[in-house]
């Protein structure tokens, strides 16, 4: 369960940054990436939660 920006659309990307609390949609542009908005997943927020512990799939994204 969680919250998120309205404009969320399905094929969208929940990314949690290394060192950050808050995780962040992101949707595949023809080149790179947009920042939707930042949104709430019951789990995620908390980094002693159940979902850390099964993290083990990491994608890099440059921000500019």
């Known amino acids: 369960m969680g919250t ?3 404009t969320v659309q399905a094929g969208d ?3 949690l940054f290394k060192g950050t ?3 962040i949609v992101l949707r595949q542009t023809e080149e790179n ?4 908005g930042p949104a709430y997943v019951a789990g995620v927020n908390d980094p002693n939660g159940p979902l850390h512990d099964g993290i083990s799939k990491m994608r890099k994204y440059t921000l500019i």
């Not at 990436?33 to 939707?36: D, E, N, S």
């Open 21 to 23: 609390r808050e995780p």
């Open 33 to 36: 990436h947009a920042v939707i």
């Open 4 to 6: 998120c920006f309205h």
């Open 13 to 15: 990307v929940l990314v």
